[in-house]
C-alpha cells in the first residue's frame, strides 16, 4: 500500500499523456480543443477509481485536478517543444517572423513594436544558431500555461459533473 | 424559518445567477478572439491570437471556417462548440429558472453526430465538410453546456454560497 501518495498523481499522468498527444502529427486533427479537457476529465476519473469512487467530487478538486492537468499539460508540452527545437534548429516563429514583420509595417507605430521585433528576431537568431533560446521557452510556457489551465479547469468542471451523474447520482 | 429558507433559496438563484452571468461573459470573451476578424481590425493581434489558439486547434487553412470575407482563428468544428456555448449561455440565462434536463443521454445525443463526422472524415467516408463540422460542433457545445450548468448547479447544492 502507498502511504501518502501525490494527491494529484492522475493529473500528472494524464497530463504528461496529454503533451506527448499533442507531439505527435496529426492528433490534433482528431482531438482538437478537447484534447485538454479530456485529459482533466480522465484524471477525475482516474482518481476516483483509485479511491473507488467512495465520495462525490467537490467542485474545489474539480477545478484543482483541472489546473493541475493543464499546468503538466503546458510543462511537459514545452519540454517536448524545446527538444524538437533543439534537434531541429527551427521553430514556428522563425516562420512566423516575416509575417509578424508585414504586419507590424501594415500598422504604422513605428518604434513602439520596435522592442518586440527585436525580440523575435534574436530568438529566431538563437533558435537557427543554438537551437534554444531563453525567451522562447518563456514565451511557450506562459502561454501553454495561460491556455491549457483555462481549458484543464473547464475540463474539470465538466468531469464533476460526468462522474458525479454517473456514479454519485443517488448520493444527491 | 420560512422567511429564512426563502431568502437562502433566493439567494442562491441570484448567486447561481451570477455564475452563469460568469460563464457567459467568458463565452463572449472566446468567441470574440475566434471571430477576431469579424470584430477587429488588427494583423499583429490577430496574429497573437492565432499563435495562442495554435495550442488547442490544428488551424488547418482548409478546415477554418470563411464567410463574409472573414476566416475564423479555429477550425469550423472548434468554431462550432464555442458558438453553441456562447448561445447555451444565453439560453440559460434566460431561461435559468427553467428546469432543463440534466441526463447524461443529452451529452450522449449531441456528441454522436460529431464523433460520426470525424470518424467518417478519418476514414474516408466523405470529404471534410466546413458546415457538417460547424454544426455538429454546434450542437456539442450547445448540450454540454446544457447539461454542464444544470449539473453543477445541483451538485453544489447547499455550497452555493461559497462561491
Redesign the interface.
Given at each position: 500500500m502507498i502511504l501518502n501518495r501525490f494527491k494529484y498523481s492522475p493529473a500528472f499522468v494524464t497530463g504528461f499523456g496529454a503533451a506527448v498527444l499533442?507531439t505527435i502529427p496529426g492528433f490534433?486533427?482528431?482531438a482538437?480543443?478537447m484534447?485538454?479537457p479530456a485529459a482533466a476529465i480522465l484524471a477525475l476519473y482516474f482518481d476516483q477509481k483509485i479511491n473507488r469512487f467512495e465520495s462525490?467530487i467537490?467542485?474545489g478538486d474539480a477545478v484543482l485536478f483541472g489546473l493541475f492537468t493543464g499546468v503538466f499539460t503546458a510543462f511537459f508540452?514545452t519540454l517536448f517543444e524545446l527538444i524538437v527545437t533543439y534537434l531541429t534548429h527551427t521553430h514556428?516563429i522563425v516562420k512566423?517572423l516575416p509575417?509578424?514583420e508585414?504586419?507590424?509595417a501594415?500598422?504604422n507605430i513605428g518604434d513602439a513594436?520596435e522592442n518586440s521585433i527585436n525580440l523575435m528576431r534574436n530568438i529566431a537568431k538563437e533558435i537557427t544558431e543554438n537551437g534554444y533560446s531563453i525567451a522562447l521557452t518563456s514565451l511557450l510556457l506562459f502561454?501553454?500555461l495561460?491556455?491549457?489551465i483555462l481549458?484543464g479547469m473547464m475540463g474539470g468542471?465538466?468531469g464533476?459533473?460526468?462522474i458525479?451523474?454517473?456514479f454519485h447520482n443517488k448520493e444527491? | 424559518m420560512s422567511m429564512i429558507l426563502a431568502s437562502t433559496v433566493r439567494n442562491k438563484y441570484i448567486n447561481f445567477y451570477a455564475v452563469r452571468f460568469f460563464f457567459f461573459a467568458a463565452a463572449v470573451l472566446l468567441n470574440l478572439l475566434v471571430y477576431y476578424d469579424l470584430f477587429f481590425d488588427n494583423s499583429f493581434f490577430h496574429l497573437l491570437v492565432e499563435n495562442l489558439f495554435g495550442t488547442v486547434c490544428h488551424q488547418q487553412d482548409e478546415k477554418l471556417l470563411s464567410f463574409a470575407g472573414i476566416t475564423t482563428i479555429v477550425c469550423s468544428r472548434c468554431s462550432g462548440i464555442y458558438t453553441g456555448f456562447l448561445i447555451s449561455t444565453i439560453y440559460s440565462l434566460i431561461a435559468y429558472k427553467k428546469k432543463i434536463t440534466g441526463s447524461l443521454k443529452i451529452v450522449y445525443f449531441a456528441s454522436l453526430p460529431m464523433l460520426l463526422d470525424v470518424i467518417s472524415v478519418q476514414v474516408g467516408l466523405y470529404y471534410y465538410s466546413s458546415t457538417s463540422a460547424f454544426i455538429t460542433g454546434f450542437l456539442f457545445g450547445f448540450f454540454l453546456y446544457l447539461f454542464f450548468i444544470e449539473n453543477l448547479q445541483h451538485y453544489m447544492g447547499n455550497d452555493i454560497e461559497q462561491i
Amino acid at each position: 500500500m502507498i502511504l501518502n501518495r501525490f494527491k494529484y498523481s492522475p493529473a500528472f499522468v494524464t497530463g504528461f499523456g496529454a503533451a506527448v498527444l499533442t507531439t505527435i502529427p496529426g492528433f490534433k486533427d482528431f482531438a482538437c480543443c478537447m484534447l485538454i479537457p479530456a485529459a482533466a476529465i480522465l484524471a477525475l476519473y482516474f482518481d476516483q477509481k483509485i479511491n473507488r469512487f467512495e465520495s462525490k467530487i467537490s467542485v474545489g478538486d474539480a477545478v484543482l485536478f483541472g489546473l493541475f492537468t493543464g499546468v503538466f499539460t503546458a510543462f511537459f508540452g514545452t519540454l517536448f517543444e524545446l527538444i524538437v527545437t533543439y534537434l531541429t534548429h527551427t521553430h514556428e516563429i522563425v516562420k512566423l517572423l516575416p509575417q509578424v514583420e508585414i504586419a507590424i509595417a501594415e500598422l504604422n507605430i513605428g518604434d513602439a513594436a520596435e522592442n518586440s521585433i527585436n525580440l523575435m528576431r534574436n530568438i529566431a537568431k538563437e533558435i537557427t544558431e543554438n537551437g534554444y533560446s531563453i525567451a522562447l521557452t518563456s514565451l511557450l510556457l506562459f502561454s501553454n500555461l495561460f491556455i491549457y489551465i483555462l481549458f484543464g479547469m473547464m475540463g474539470g468542471l465538466i468531469g464533476l459533473t460526468l462522474i458525479n451523474k454517473k456514479f454519485h447520482n443517488k448520493e444527491n | 424559518m420560512s422567511m429564512i429558507l426563502a431568502s437562502t433559496v433566493r439567494n442562491k438563484y441570484i448567486n447561481f445567477y451570477a455564475v452563469r452571468f460568469f460563464f457567459f461573459a467568458a463565452a463572449v470573451l472566446l468567441n470574440l478572439l475566434v471571430y477576431y476578424d469579424l470584430f477587429f481590425d488588427n494583423s499583429f493581434f490577430h496574429l497573437l491570437v492565432e499563435n495562442l489558439f495554435g495550442t488547442v486547434c490544428h488551424q488547418q487553412d482548409e478546415k477554418l471556417l470563411s464567410f463574409a470575407g472573414i476566416t475564423t482563428i479555429v477550425c469550423s468544428r472548434c468554431s462550432g462548440i464555442y458558438t453553441g456555448f456562447l448561445i447555451s449561455t444565453i439560453y440559460s440565462l434566460i431561461a435559468y429558472k427553467k428546469k432543463i434536463t440534466g441526463s447524461l443521454k443529452i451529452v450522449y445525443f449531441a456528441s454522436l453526430p460529431m464523433l460520426l463526422d470525424v470518424i467518417s472524415v478519418q476514414v474516408g467516408l466523405y470529404y471534410y465538410s466546413s458546415t457538417s463540422a460547424f454544426i455538429t460542433g454546434f450542437l456539442f457545445g450547445f448540450f454540454l453546456y446544457l447539461f454542464f450548468i444544470e449539473n453543477l448547479q445541483h451538485y453544489m447544492g447547499n455550497d452555493i454560497e461559497q462561491i
